[in-house]
């Protein structure tokens, strides 16, 4: 199958510093890439959708300027989550989807903001 | 509205017994797509299916089998013969084009195999 990498899995930072993740399809290129977030115990939430080349949409109650998406090429997207604080804490995963419907999800990046 | 509802917040089961999770879903398009995928503790979620709106034929893969029934919006997941290692959370997703395509997940189902 599709392979999805993200990176980093595991990050700690201090308040009110960015972070960066990144997210590739390793195998395929993706028209398309999903960033969820997911508090735990609870289901993903989609934050965004972006398109190579294009500015990403996001969904209702998503702050774009907290949240950066950045779709540069068919193979990438990376989210930057800025100014981080402790509620911005929690597992943020990707996927892509090169068309057809199926996502393939990345092993997702967890967050912990100090 | 689009939604996916997961009535089973955790089940759980002995080893080698069948288990049904369901999934009941609301969309107003006339295409679009159900999936299960699975999230083990590690976190990752992996895809088990894909179906279209215009297949209602059920389907089975080894232990896993699958009913979509149209006429109830219904798109549930059986696993015969449960395992250990099928312990996981398994979500039912809803995948639509209105608005742009996009993917809304179930709350999830905890399934817990017990040995």
């Known amino acids: 199958g599709a392979v999805v990498s993200q990176h980093p899995s595991w990050v700690i930072c201090k308040s009110g510093t960015s972070v960066k993740i990144e997210c590739r399809s390793l195998?395929?290129?993706?028209?398309?890439m999903f960033w969820y977030r997911q508090f735990p115990k609870q289901s993903l939430m989609l934050m965004a959708t972006s398109n190579e080349g294009s500015k990403a949409t996001y969904e209702q109650g998503v702050e774009k300027d907290k949240f950066l998406i950045n779709h540069a090429s068919l193979t990438l997207s990376t989210l930057t989550v800025t100014s981080a604080h402790p509620e911005d804490s929690s597992f943020y995963i990707c996927s892509a989807t090169s068309g057809g419907g199926i996502q393939y999800f990345g092993a997702g990046t967890r967050l912990s903001v100090l | 509205a689009q939604k996916v509802t997961q009535a089973q917040t955790e089940i759980s089961v002995v080893e080698k017994e069948d288990v049904t999770l369901d999934c009941v879903y609301e969309?107003?398009?006339?295409?679009?797509?159900l999936f299960w995928y699975k999230q083990p503790p590690s976190g990752e979620l992996v895809f088990l299916i894909r179906?279209?709106?215009?297949?209602?034929q059920n389907e089975i893969s080894g232990r896993y089998s699958w009913n979509f029934q149209k006429s109830t919006s219904s798109f549930n997941f059986t696993i015969t013969a449960s395992q250990v290692v099928d312990s996981a959370v398994y979500f039912c997703?809803?995948?639509?084009?209105?608005?742009?395509?996009?993917?809304?997940f179930g709350a999830g189902t905890r399934l817990f195999v017990k040995a």
């Open positions: 195998d395929f290129q993706a028209t398309t």
């Open positions: 997703a809803l995948g639509f084009s209105t608005g742009g395509f996009k993917t809304i």
């Open positions: 179906r279209n709106s215009f297949d209602e």
């Open positions: 969309t107003r398009d006339t295409t679009y797509y």
